[in-house]
């Protein structure tokens, strides 16, 4: 059974930085690629970074959302079966709960509780 669990959310000021984290148990984390989405109240989920997986040249490469690009990193440890993402410049649309999961809905696994993130003055 797979396990993602999100934390490191909190109450930033805009232009402020938060490091998510996500741990993913019950996979063979390594192969897969894995993505960060967010979703703010009244607000269909969104995609917002991906990092590949697998043990080819395409392996650890990333792509943003605009909405986040050149602010935020999305990065992988396999060793701590564990994905993050690095946001800088933080901006009050960035509220959101932000889970992570596979990027392909055809391969999404059960969700997470998501972890809370606010910008506010």
């Known amino acids: 059974q797979v396990q993602l669990v999100e934390s490191g959310g909190g109450l930033v000021q805009p232009g402020g930085s938060l490091r998510l984290s996500c741990a993913a148990s019950?996979?063979?984390?390594?192969?897969?690629?894995m993505g960060w989405y967010r979703q703010a109240p009244g607000k269909q989920r969104e995609l917002v970074a991906t990092i590949t997986g697998g043990g080819s040249t395409n392996y650890g490469r990333t792509n943003y959302a605009d909405s986040v690009r050149g602010r935020f990193t999305i990065a992988r440890d396999n060793a701590k079966n564990t994905v993050y993402l690095q946001m800088n410049s933080l901006k009050p649309e960035d509220t959101a709960v932000y889970y992570c999961?596979?990027?392909?809905?055809?391969?999404?696994?059960?969700w997470g509780q998501g972890t809370q993130v606010t910008v506010s003055s």
């Open positions: 999961n596979h990027p392909s809905n055809s391969l999404l696994w059960d």
């Open positions: 019950g996979i063979i984390f390594s192969i897969y690629a």
